[in-house]
């Protein structure tokens, strides 16, 4: 399609802008062809107009769909222009923090000014080994890139680092070397690596210095080229330089700094080494006080001045050396500040007392006069004479600054001649990879000959990325075979040609340059008069005529002529250097030993081409001719080498971390080529996807109908279909190419397509959805409606009949209630008019009347009422009152006495006591403020009752007053009477109820009183309860925070010892490596004294011949075998210290790692009762002892009964006078008898053999029984002493005393008895003393008791009531809780004692069951058989079970058929597991059997030997590694089950108690088996390692399970490392197939489960640390579908632990990671909410993991939004406070510690037969 139908309403694209360069704009009208204007939309709103030609030629450019946006590789961007690359850096450097970003086979790198952690050795093995496009851009993937295609090519490589001053080219240069060194491995033990390394701080001190645009600017430009051997190993370096800013040295613009060494050196001016220097402050110098900045923020110069002698140690600069070095550094110093003092126009002079001059002639070695007068005259020779002039002022401090410059260059060259002379290796270079650190394009305001110099090699360089560049994208064109147009790209060779050529710049320069009076005004008119008209490329400034134009690549520059012809010849005065050459400085004369002419510095092959001359003849060169040549050096090297660039970016002048200023980029990306890449990209076909690719993201495109089963011609057909114009696109072998903008445009077509089957979907459901939504609404309306109507007119039909019934009513209702109430009036009115009549006359009659008599009858009635109420009032008040207070003192009573009960209840109780307590006594408070409110009212109720009593006397007084007045009214007597009876009789009841009252106060108080003092003692009582229970309280919480730290301490030893074990293991494989490498060594060393050969290899006799060399590892045999080490050391001359090293460390390491595994066996012994086993070994010796006692008594009586029988059998030989005559001699009874004779006798011996044999075992174990007690050192049975009955002198003398030997015996038996019951004696007394101790100790602590019982008692009679009686509650409490305790603890030691009792009740019944089983089995079959029997019984006693016979010499030929030639595969098949092993320990067994030590240790020091050779020589075959860790593992544990230890031989049968080894305790080879376990352990994880390793992306991450789920993100990235390969799609179900495999092999050869279970966990830990690193790495990775992908994954992984039966092996904890990054792409990521449940989730990330994720999360599409800024900000703010490593990488190289658990084997050694394909004919199975 057209592009200008690209410009739709909605379209964005990009506006010029003066701040920004680009801003983006919506348009809001579609573009139609002839427009004159576009009406656009800002992102702030600003609605604009930008006007175009009618043509439609310069619309604007597009811009790229978000989804596109923040690509890793710019050229898959489907607009390619400026605005898009300058947006997609802006996106990722900004939002996205990711400072490195692909542009095709560019590298661009923004310095972000900040330190990031993402150079650790953990991102560098991430991206070691991986394809430049598999993990995001970073400068280690283009260090790998250049690794791998050198490795693979065979060709040298070259890493071109450009950018201007600031840009971070250093660093990024740094880093790459520093990932050759660590990818590397050297070939010696020289440390190539770390003196490559080192020489960066050396020459960032020579030659990088403060600028205003950067802290750390190189003033130089090097290339280093670091050599490798065939083994692609670092073996050296080399390094040259060019253009060394010398101007610097002498003069620094303002706010600049002099090279750092100066600084460097005036900050350590205090050392004593340093003061004969006169140094002080860098202030003082003039050389380095012009910038007056002479401290940079962060940087401690004594620091560097540290680390530079450092490196300049380690590179192995003499000590000497760097102190000429310094010298010469701090002449120069003195040197810049020599006053030269004018003493006319054109005559100057130096005072010969300057103190400058003076230390600079003392530390240089030259005489002062001369050196100050040729600073200030100069020599003219011409054909005849010779002249000496005057100099002025002027031209005298040139001289001075020059040769201070050329003093500083020959020190720089030659230092870095020293560098490489110490970097150069002796061994031939294979290949190389140089790393090109040189300045990039610079303009200035005013630019001088530095910058011509400098833009003249970007030029170049330009030329050549531009050549590869083209050539790159053509043979990829090639390579998919498509038809191409040759791509016009700018060509720099014009401008080049301009500069270099003939007439050029340089050329003309040169020539003027040899002029006599050439100046650069008539250098100047030179090149306007030759190059003005002729080159395009040259031009004059307008208002200049000292100045020239450059059209250069990047941008036209403005040249200053002035100093360009001073600068070109680098003059010096011949004089001046001819007074250095008379130095008496050693160091200074070797810098100007070769100095011939005017120039200023030397020219070496191997060293630095600076601005240098390069011998006497050619002297005269000019500083422009030696730079062009060395520039024509670099770029041959450089067009030699396959390049790979770098391209450094500043983003800002300020220095701000992740802030870009876009003016200053785009001038960036313009001048280093960056613009010109995309242009050439955008030209041919920048897009390029695979054909499934395609497929996969535009399937929603076609229809059913037009999906082919060919995927080719499927694409092709949509593609024609979409696309008219064929032009824009090409089909390719693999991939299909677009041009730039149809990507965007399939993505429009998409995206359309997508959202209208949305908005179909959405349209269908939401009609859906209405219309079930109206149909529900409409029923449910409809009938509302008939039932609101119908309700509505029935209450209208109600209320119509109500209205007509209601006026009926109304209407009879008003004229009744209007007549009645007429009638009412008339009749009322009369009647009151009639009565109201009459009442008025009456009322006024009886008014007069009533009141005369009223005020009589008042006046008295009155007066009595008032009386008599007044007193029935108080009456009645007093005995309310009375019964009111009667009945609540009768209640508080109750109350009281119930709380007495209760308290003593509670008490019983022994709850709740303090707080009854503080009631009760706020009870009894409260009963004495009752009582006091009582005493309170009784007083006043007396003053009441006096006052009562006053007032009746004052009333019969008034009563014996009125007495006459009583007489009058006599009729009102008796009433008065009859009231003062009854006042009397209230006072006597109210006098009686006083008494009563007071009786009753009495009476209480003394109960209150009585009930005070009872619970003041319960009080008491529960104080001294709760002071014990707070002491038990505090006791159990002392007791619990014990218990806490002995868990904590527990849980850090076991931490402790998994890091302890972790190291040793570590430690051991160093070692053992460092052994190989030695053993390497040594051989390589013999074959270089035997013969010439180099291509010799090792054979499997070398392997087997290593049997002393692993010896040296033995303390046994250390010794034996260094006088040969000895011998073959002091042959070789060339590595003797080479090996010497080597010895020291190994045995270092040998004692290290003996050291360490004494801890480590010190900390895993666990103290498992020892006593206990002591009692039980001691009770299974009783046992047999019984045994063995009872088997002798049956052999006695049957020995006895023999004899019986032997002399009834004689009686009746010899007897004459019986009836039964006896045989006749020679007759068949006779014979018969004489037969059963002889073998009777023969049996008789046997049982006496039998007896004696017997007795001595006893004897023996009788001893043994007292071994290991405390006094069983003095038992020294010599049982060797007793004399066998085979001797015969000793026969004679017994059989004079007994015939069968028994007396003597008996004596020697009797001996041992006594011994033993004399150290049984001595054990009882032992045992006694213990018990004596014990009692004492006892009573001491009942001591300590008593006195701290005392003090109780003493500190609680200080103490309050209340106190001390909480004090005795609580003492009391912890007695008896601690009483409680040790009674506890009692019967548990005694139930255990119970259970062990009867376990060896139960032992002894069953072993004694046993033996009368055997010993009844025995007597029958003794009775039964013949006497032949019991010869046969004998012979298998004397038999040797599990042993393999074979000749002293034949330990390598049994090994090499059982180990080195042995295929695992056949013996795992059709063998029994883990055979060799077996065999080698029953050949074992025979050889310990033989007593012969030297057997022993040959065989098992061959057996290691052998073992490690093997696996040394089939280190990378899975199934080989895990045979032999199957058989070493179990070697060990037969050398541990067989060894005799009673805790290896509890799962023993007797028959293979039989089997252990007799004379040899071989725990050191037990040791050494376990670390040849280990080490196997290491090598099986590293081989499956690099198994697994190449498949884990590719299942876990890459791999679409489950496709169509949301599809992946249609970047179209191309895997541009020519080194990939297509293998196939590798699923998980592969993985789990290999896993599988593993697991299989494992059981086949019979490994231990523990150790299966730790093999897979470790399995499981590295997929998950390979498959987080590379998804921490790969931003195309992190969306939300792969989350779901992975999720899936892991559960497959988890399935497959279950169907293994090895889930318990904590393998599923080790996906923990993996788990909570998958949950974390998924989660939501947009409230607070949200980034608090992250927070919680994501336990097992760290911080900087969690914020890694979060920034790489990619939307794949649409509809999807990316993680805002805020929200990670918020996550940021709330993980802060988490403690954790900030390691951003898992460690996947590592392996856990393994732990080798004892498992005995139920294979008994007798049952093993040898099969014959073992080849082992020469071994005798005994």
């Known amino acids: 399609m057209a592009a200008s139908e690209l410009y739709t309403k909605y379209a964005r694209v990009w506006l010029p802008d003066a701040a920004e360069v680009w801003k983006s704009a919506e348009l809001l009208k579609d573009y139609n062809p002839g427009d004159l204007k576009l009406i656009l939309q800002l992102e702030n709103g600003t609605v604009v107009e930008h006007k175009i030609d009618p043509g439609g030629n310069n619309l604007p450019p597009l811009r790229n769909p978000n989804i596109l946006v923040g690509e890793n590789d710019l050229t898959t961007l489907s607009y390619l222009h400026e605005p898009a690359v300058l947006h997609n850096l802006k996106v990722r450097f900004i939002d996205s923090k990711l400072i490195y970003t692909y542009c095709g086979i560019v590298l661009v790198a923004i310095n972000p000014y900040e330190s990031l952690p993402i150079y650790e050795a953990d991102i560098i093995n991430a991206y070691s080994g991986q394809n430049m496009g598999d993990l995001d851009p970073h400068v280690f993937a283009v260090a790998e890139e250049a690794y791998k295609q050198m490795a693979r090519d065979e060709r040298n490589q070259s890493i071109i680092v450009s950018g201007e001053s600031g840009a971070g080219k250093t660093v990024s240069a740094k880093y790459a070397m520093r990932y050759f060194a660590t990818v590397s491995c050297s070939s010696d033990e020289t440390n190539v690596e770390k003196r490559v390394l080192a020489s960066n701080p050396i020459m960032e001190a020579l030659g990088n210095a403060k600028t205003t645009r950067n802290d750390n600017s190189s003033r130089f430009g090097k290339y280093i080229e670091i050599g490798f051997d065939k083994k692609h190993c670092i073996i050296g370096a080399n390094m040259r330089t060019y253009l060394l800013e010398k101007s610097r040295v002498v003069f620094q613009a303002r706010s600049e700094r002099n090279y750092h060494i100066f600084y460097q050196l005036c900050a350590s001016s205090h050392l004593p080494e340093f003061k004969a220097f006169k140094l002080g402050c860098a202030d003082d110098f003039n050389c380095t006080n012009q910038g007056q900045s002479p401290v940079i923020d962060g940087v401690d110069d004594a620091k560097d001045m540290c680390n530079t002698r450092t490196a300049f140690s380690l590179l192995g600069i003499s000590e000497g050396d760097q102190m000429a070095i310094y010298q010469i550094l701090a002449a120069i110093l003195h040197l810049s500040n020599v006053e030269v003092k004018a003493q006319s126009a054109d005559r100057s002079s130096i005072l010969p007392d300057d103190v400058h001059l003076v230390v600079f002639c003392e530390l240089t070695g030259v005489t002062c006069e001369e050196m100050a007068h040729w600073l200030c005259h100069r020599k003219l020779q011409?054909?005849?004479?010779?002249?000496?002039?005057?100099?002025?002022?002027?031209?005298?401090?040139?001289?001075?600054?020059?040769?201070?410059?050329?003093?500083?260059?020959?020190?720089?060259?030659?230092?870095?001649?020293?560098?490489?002379?110490?970097?150069?290796?002796?061994?031939?270079?294979?290949?190389?990879?140089?790393?090109?650190?040189?300045?990039?394009?610079?303009?200035?305001?005013?630019?001088?000959?530095?910058?011509?110099?400098?833009?003249?090699?970007?030029?170049?360089?330009?030329?050549?990325?531009?050549?590869?560049?083209?050539?790159?994208?053509?043979?990829?064109?090639?390579?998919?075979?498509?038809?191409?147009?040759?791509?016009?790209?700018?060509?720099?060779?014009?401008?080049?040609?301009?500069?270099?050529?003939?007439?050029?710049?340089?050329?003309?320069?040169?020539?003027?340059?040899?002029?006599?009076?050439?100046?650069?005004?008539?250098?100047?008119?030179?090149?306007?008069?030759?190059?003005?008209?002729?080159?395009?490329?040259?031009?004059?400034?307008?208002?200049?005529?000292?100045?020239?134009?450059?059209?250069?690549?990047?941008?036209?520059?403005?040249?200053?002529?002035?100093?360009?012809?001073?600068?070109?010849?680098?003059?010096?005065?011949?004089?001046?250097?001819?007074?250095?050459?008379?130095?008496?400085?050693?160091?200074?004369?070797?810098?100007?030993?070769?100095?011939?002419?005017?120039?200023?510095?030397?020219?070496?092959?191997?060293?630095?081409?600076?601005?240098?001359?390069?011998?006497?003849?050619?002297?005269?060169?000019?500083?422009?001719?030696?730079?062009?040549?060395?520039?024509?050096?670099?770029?041959?090297?450089?067009?030699?080498?396959?390049?790979?660039?770098?391209?450094?970016?500043?983003?800002?002048?300020?220095?701000?971390?992740?802030?870009?200023?876009?003016?200053?980029?785009?001038?960036?990306?313009?001048?280093?080529?960056?613009?010109?890449?995309?242009?050439?990209?955008?030209?041919?076909?920048?897009?390029?996807?695979?054909?499934?690719?395609?497929?996969?993201?535009?399937?929603?495109?076609?229809?059913?109908?037009?999906?082919?089963?060919?995927?080719?011609?499927?694409?092709?057909?949509?593609?024609?279909?979409?696309?008219?114009?064929?032009?824009?696109?090409?089909?390719?072998?693999?991939k299909i190419f677009f041009r730039a903008g149809q990507v965007a445009y399939l993505e429009k077509l998409r995206s359309d397509k997508l959202r209208m089957a949305c908005v179909r979907i959405q349209k269908t459901i939401r009609c859906w959805l209405a219309r079930k939504k109206y149909l529900r609404m409409r029923e449910s309306a409809i009938t509302i409606q008939r039932h609101v109507r119908g309700h509505q007119a029935r209450c209208y039909v109600k209320l119509l009949r109500r209205t007509s019934a209601a006026v009926v009513i109304q209407r009879n209702v008003r004229m009744w209630a209007t007549r009645r109430r007429y009638q009412q009036q008339r009749s009322a009115a009369i009647a009151i008019q009639c009565c109201l009549r009459a009442y008025m006359a009456k009322k006024q009659y009886f008014k007069l009347m009533y009141e005369q008599k009223a005020v009589v009858i008042q006046k008295w009635v009155r007066g009595f009422l008032a009386r008599r109420r007044c007193r029935r009032t108080v009456a009645s008040i007093v005995l309310l009152q009375s019964c009111v207070r009667r009945m609540r003192a009768k209640r508080e009573l109750k109350k009281l006495k119930v709380e007495a009960r209760s308290v003593e209840h509670f008490k019983k109780l022994n709850f709740g006591m303090e707080n009854k307590i503080l009631q009760l006594q706020h009870k009894i408070n409260e009963q004495h403020k009752d009582n006091r409110e009582l005493s309170e009212r009784l007083i006043v109720v007396e003053k009441s009752h006096a006052g009562e009593r006053e007032k009746h006397n004052r009333e019969i007084q008034n009563l014996h007053r009125s007495e006459q007045e009583a007489k009058a009214k006599a009729g009102r007597l008796p009433s008065l009477m009859e009231q003062l009876s009854f006042l009397q009789h209230e006072l006597e009841k109210t006098c009686r109820e006083k008494g009563d009252l007071e009786e009753q106060t009495k009476i209480y108080k003394e109960q209150t009183q009585q009930v005070v003092e009872e619970l003041n003692k319960k009080n008491g009582l529960l104080n001294t309860e709760k002071e014990e229970l707070n002491k038990l309280i505090l006791e159990q919480a002392q007791q619990f925070t014990e218990t806490k730290t002995n868990v904590k301490d527990t849980k850090q030893l076991v931490k402790d010892l998994t890091e302890e074990r972790s190291r040793y293991q570590s430690l051991l494989s160093e070692h053992l490596h460092l052994e190989e490498r030695h053993k390497d060594l040594q051989e390589e060393m013999e074959l270089s004294i035997s013969s010439t050969k180099s291509d010799l290899k090792r054979s499997d006799s070398n392997y087997s011949s290593n049997s002393s060399e692993f010896s040296q590892s033995l303390g046994s045999t250390e010794e034996e075998y260094s006088p040969v080490q000895t011998e073959d050391e002091s042959q070789s001359t060339a590595d003797l210290p080479v090996l010497l090293k080597f010895q020291r460390r190994v045995k270092d390491l040998e004692q290290e790692k003996q050291s360490l595994w004494q801890q480590l066996e010190t900390r895993e012994e666990v103290q498992q009762e020892k006593a206990k086993e002591v009692e039980e070994q001691r009770t299974v010796r009783r046992a047999e002892l019984d045994l063995e006692t009872l088997k002798r008594q049956e052999l006695e009586s049957e020995n006895k009964r023999l004899k019986q029988n032997l002399n009834e059998l004689r009686k009746s030989l010899t007897n004459e006078s019986g009836e039964m005559m006896p045989p006749v001699k020679g007759s068949p009874p006779y014979n018969v008898l004489l037969e059963q004779l002889s073998s009777s006798n023969e049996e008789l011996d046997m049982r006496k053999e039998e007896v004696l044999l017997l007795r001595s075992h006893m004897v023996r174990q009788e001893a043994l029984k007292h071994k290991d007690s405390a006094f069983g050192e003095g038992v020294r049975l010599d049982l060797s002493e007793m004399p066998s009955f085979q001797d015969s002198e000793r026969s004679i003398e017994i059989h004079t005393l007994n015939e069968d030997g028994e007396l003597w015996l008996a004596y020697e038996g009797l001996k041992e008895t006594n011994r033993v019951l004399e150290y049984q004696l001595q054990e009882q007394e032992c045992v006694a003393n213990d018990k004596y101790r014990k009692l004492l100790e006892e009573v001491k602590k009942l001591k300590d008791e008593n006195e701290k019982q005392q003090k109780l008692l003493a500190q609680s009679l200080l103490l309050p009531e209340d106190a001390r009686i909480d004090a005795s509650l609580n003492h009391e409490i912890t007695r008896l809780t601690n009483e409680n305790l040790e009674l506890m603890e009692l019967q548990e030691k005694q139930d255990k004692s119970m259970r062990k009792l009867r376990k060896q009740l139960k032992l002894h019944v069953k072993k004694i069951e046993d033996f009368e089983a055997s010993a009844q089995q025995k007597n029958n079959a003794s009775l039964m058989n013949s006497p032949v029997r019991a010869v046969n019984i004998t012979r298998k006693e004397k038999e040797y079970r599990g042993m393999l016979e074979y000749k002293n010499g034949d330990e390598s030929r049994l090994l090499k058929n059982v180990v080195m030639d042995l295929k695992p595969r056949g013996v795992a098949v059709s063998f029994i597991p883990k055979l060799p092993a077996y065999v080698i320990f029953m050949c074992l067994r025979y050889a310990d059997n033989l007593n012969d030590e030297q057997r022993v240790s040959t065989l098992l020091n061959t057996t290691i030997t052998s073992i490690k050779g093997v696996i040394k020589r089939k280190a990378h075959d899975f199934e080989v590694v895990s045979f032999w860790l199957a058989n070493t593992c179990q070697l060990m544990h037969c050398l541990k089950q067989y060894s005799g230890d009673k805790a290896f031989m509890v799962h023993n049968t007797a028959k293979q108690n039989e089997h252990c080894l007799a004379n040899f305790e071989l725990s050191e080879y037990q040791q050494l088996l376990g670390d040849l376990s280990i080490q196997i352990y290491r090598q099986l994880i590293k081989c499956m390692e690099n198994i697994l390793q190449p498949m884990i992306v590719a299942s876990m991450l890459e791999h679409e399970a489950i496709q169509g789920v949301l599809g992946s993100k249609p970047t179209g990235l191309r895997k541009r490392s020519t080194s990939f390969l297509d293998e196939g799609a590798v699923t998980v179900e592969v993985l789990l197939q290999r896993l599988g495999f593993f697991h299989t092999t494992m059981n086949q050869h019979g490994m231990d489960l523990d150790v299966i279970k730790q093999v897979v966990k470790q399995q499981y830990y590295i997929i998950n640390a390979v498959t987080l690193n590379h998804l921490l790495l790969r931003k195309d990775m992190c969306s939300w579908s792969k989350g779901l992908q992975i999720r899936y994954n892991v559960w497959q992984l988890e399935e497959w632990l279950t169907e293994r039966e090895v889930a318990d092996c904590g393998a599923r904890e080790t996906l923990e990671p993996l788990v909570q990054a998958a949950q974390l792409l998924q989660i939501n990521k947009k409230t607070e909410a949200d980034a608090q449940a992250i927070c919680s989730m994501c336990t097992a990330l760290n911080t900087s993991q969690i914020l890694k994720v979060l920034t790489l999360y990619t939307p794949v599409i649409e509809f999807e939004e990316r993680v805002s800024t805020s929200f990670i900000a918020t996550i940021k703010n709330l993980l802060k406070d988490r403690i954790e490593t900030t390691t951003l990488m898992m460690d996947s190289k590592k392996i856990f510690s393994v732990i080798l658990p004892f498992t005995p084997s139920s294979v008994a050694l007798d049952t093993i037969q040898i099969p014959a394909s073992l080849k082992l004919g020469f071994v005798t199975r005994i």
């Open 382 to 734: 011409t054909t005849t004479e010779t002249y000496v002039k005057t100099m002025s002022k002027v031209s005298a401090i040139n001289g001075r600054d020059a040769l201070a410059k050329l003093i500083y260059a020959k020190l720089f060259n030659q230092i870095v001649g020293n560098i490489n002379s110490s970097l150069k290796s002796a061994t031939k270079q294979r290949s190389f990879i140089g790393v090109l650190d040189i300045y990039g394009f610079e303009t200035f305001d005013v630019n001088s000959f530095e910058q011509f110099c400098i833009n003249y090699a970007n030029e170049k360089l330009q030329q050549q990325f531009n050549m590869h560049v083209f050539k790159l994208e053509q043979e990829e064109y090639m390579k998919e075979e498509i038809p191409w147009t040759l791509i016009d790209f700018y060509d720099n060779q014009p401008c080049i040609h301009l500069i270099e050529a003939k007439l050029g710049v340089l050329d003309l320069l040169d020539e003027e340059c040899r002029m006599p009076k050439g100046s650069d005004e008539t250098w100047i008119q030179k090149m306007y008069n030759t190059l003005l008209k002729q080159n395009a490329h040259f031009d004059k400034p307008r208002l200049s005529n000292e100045a020239f134009i450059i059209h250069h690549f990047a941008d036209k520059v403005e040249y200053q002529c002035e100093g360009f012809l001073e600068k070109n010849k680098d003059t010096v005065n011949e004089e001046q250097i001819n007074v250095v050459k008379k130095s008496k400085f050693d160091f200074l004369l070797k810098l100007f030993k070769d100095h011939g002419g005017v120039t200023s510095s030397t020219k070496k092959p191997s060293s630095t081409i600076g601005r240098a001359g390069p011998t006497q003849k050619d002297n005269k060169k000019t500083v422009g001719l030696q730079f062009r040549e060395s520039l024509n050096l670099l770029m041959e090297t450089l067009n030699a080498t396959t390049p790979h660039y770098i391209r450094c970016i500043k983003p800002n002048d300020n220095k701000t971390s992740f802030t870009m200023d876009p003016v200053r980029a785009v001038q960036q990306l313009r001048a280093c080529g960056i613009l010109e890449t995309i242009r050439i990209s955008a030209a041919g076909f920048p897009s390029r996807w695979t054909y499934q690719e395609f497929f996969s993201r535009y399937r929603v495109l076609m229809k059913h109908k037009d999906v082919l089963p060919d995927g080719k011609q499927t694409c092709k057909n949509l593609l024609e279909k979409l696309v008219k114009d064929q032009d824009k696109y090409q089909f390719g072998k693999n």
